[in-house]
């Protein structure tokens, strides 16, 4: 059962009941991402992430990694474009600490200056780790070049030279300026009942104070280029994508349906052809990436250098035929089915369910059931599909990136024109 509750400062708090669970999955979710830092703040949100289990003002570090563990449950927080999420699943009769841990960290970090310094170490042998990771790092190079000139093109954890710049003072403004309680979500779910949640949330939540910032968000645009990276690699690794929809379009289930097809799932084009048919590449897939006001579609794969030209054109020849010709009507009741079972078989987790409770607030503030997003699914034809991988698939919106041994490449703008 799904119940919400405004607090009087706005704060929202959401909880589905699950009661034949034994366990509870509680969230701090923050409408604040790297996309709201200013330039020189690349990074913030992240850091600011990890600093709060750094110690409050009555938890060391160690007390609070030493008491979560104790209750035999898991907690994590992560960063994204858009959202910063704190959370924690334990079974129910431990619920009351995790929630006094979770507020006391959120609201009493004190940033103390040794931990500042001795995480800014860690942040940054973090960015040295993927920039040694060429799998990931393709995706940072490419998102850069896709969204040139806007946060959203930034890595989440920033830049050598901004985690280096890092100050407290520069946290403590970052917090005041986007951490209001109007953008905080508290989302619980499993065997939790609404009214004890929000007992036990509300004397500490209900104290934050609203304030008249307003963060500013710029629609990106897309860069539309080609970007050669040498590299001493056994692989090229390759990036290629284009306009995709946002989280509120209603194209956005069509989008889903081309990326199954194209190469979200193993019976995919792409995963077919490049790889079982013509042994090209072990890991090659298509991915969403969809935000409030934006998305993009994108294709990833790393094959021998001398597979290259062949990988691509293969690619190009499969977005093609998504242009040229419609989906058959077993394909997409394929793809149909793929994503109901993905979402069902999630919605079995009270982590997801947690999560989900909070996306749904975030995005469209209010509950979405899951009966109307299958129907959504259901509407879509085999005619809408091919209209939009039309409208997506332009040259104008294309950007290809290559991270390997990319001497003696010729590739130009005109390669995109697909």
């Known amino acids: 059962m799904y119940r919400k509750t405004v607090l009087d400062n706005g704060m929202r708090v959401v909880t589905e009941q699950i009661p034949y669970l034994h366990s509870v999955s509680m969230g701090i979710w ?163 009942k609404h009214g004890e949640f929000l007992e036990l949330v509300e004397p500490a939540f209900s104290n934050i104070k609203r304030h008249s910032y307003t963060l500013n968000r710029k629609v990106p645009l897309i860069s539309s280029r080609v970007d050669l990276y040498p590299r001493e690699l056994e692989q090229i690794h390759l990036c290629l994508g284009t306009r995709g929809t946002s989280l509120v379009e209603k194209e956005r289930y069509s989008c889903s349906i081309l990326n199954v097809i194209l190469g979200g799932s193993m019976s995919s084009r792409l995963f077919q052809e490049v790889r079982e048919r013509r042994g090209l590449a072990y890991s090659i897939y298509s991915f969403l990436s969809s935000h409030t006001d934006a998305g993009m579609v994108g294709i990833y794969g790393a094959v021998r250098p001398h597979n290259i030209t062949e990988t691509l054109e293969v690619i190009r020849g499969e977005i093609r035929r998504f242009k040229e010709e419609p989906i058959s009507e077993a394909e997409l009741r394929a793809a149909k089915e793929h994503i109901k079972g993905g979402i069902y078989l999630a919605a079995e987790n009270t982590d997801n369910r947690m999560s989900r409770l909070a996306k749904n607030e975030i995005i469209f503030d209010r509950f979405v059931p899951y009966e109307e997003i299958e129907a959504g699914l259901e509407s879509v034809t085999v005619e809408e599909v091919q209209t939009l991988a039309q409208q997506l698939f332009r040259a104008e919106f294309m950007s290809l990136v290559l991270l390997g041994q990319v001497d003696g490449l010729n590739l130009d703008q005109t390669y995109l024109d697909i």
């Open 30 to 192: 923050l409408n604040v991402g790297s996309r709201d830092e200013r330039e020189n703040e690349s990074g913030l949100t992240h850091f600011i992430e990890h600093m709060l289990f750094k110690g409050t003002k009555k938890r060391s570090a160690q007390e609070i990694a030493k008491q979560l563990d104790a209750v035999g449950g898991m907690s994590n927080a992560f960063t994204s474009k858009e959202n910063t999420c704190f959370h924690a699943k334990v079974i129910d009769s431990h619920l009351p600490l995790v929630v006094d841990i979770l507020s006391d960290i959120f609201l009493h970090s004190v940033f103390d200056g040794a931990e500042v310094e001795r995480e800014r170490e860690v942040i940054l042998q973090e960015i040295h780790m993927v920039e040694d990771t060429p799998d990931e790092y393709v995706h940072i190079l490419f998102n850069r070049n896709f969204w040139d000139g806007n946060p959203m093109g930034r890595p989440i954890f920033g830049s050598i030279q901004t985690v280096q710049s890092f100050t407290k003072e520069m946290i403590m403004g970052y917090l005041s300026r986007g951490y209001h309680p109007d953008r905080i979500v508290l989302s619980a779910a499993g065997n939790v």
